[in-house]
Nanobody, 124 residues
Framework: QVQLVESGGGLVQAGGSLRLSCAVS????????MGWFRQAPGKEREFVAG????????AYADSVKGRFTISRDNAKNIVDLQMNSLKPEDTAVYYC?????????????????WGQGTQVTVSS
């Protein structure tokens, strides 16, 4: 069993930055593709960013490209999401997810494990 715990959420003004972290326990992280998703009130959970198990391939939603960066440290079992130039529309609960496969995908149901989420609120 894999446990994921997110941290780093909070309240920030538009234009500011936050760094989310996902700590993974229960299994070694090295053979899992990892992703970040978000869900705003009244909306579907959507893909934000993903990273291949090796860290050599990353994928981003168009809405965050150039502003967000996903990274991972397999030795420490941590996946981070650096979020810059935040906008009010980035406000959501952010979830870390793990997939028992190598490749990154953006489809929610392809991920096997989920964290509890961390709230990010961007004020205008």
């Amino acid at each position: 069993q894999v446990q994921l715990v997110e941290s780093g959420g909070g309240l920030v003004q538009a234009g500011g930055s936050l760094r989310l972290s996902c700590a993974v326990s229960g299994r070694t992280l090295s053979r899992y593709a990892m992703g970040w998703f978000r869900q705003a009130p009244g909306k579907e959970r959507e893909f934000v960013a993903g990273i291949r198990w090796s860290g050599l391939s990353r994928a981003y939603a168009d809405s965050v490209k150039g502003r967000f960066t996903i990274s991972r440290d397999n030795a420490k079992n941590i996946v981070d999401l650096q979020m810059n130039s935040l906008k009010p529309e980035d406000t959501a609960v952010y979830y870390c997810a793990a997939r028992q496969a190598i490749a990154v995908v953006s489809t929610r149901h392809e991920y096997d494990y989920w964290g509890q989420g961390t709230q990010v609120t961007v004020s205008s």
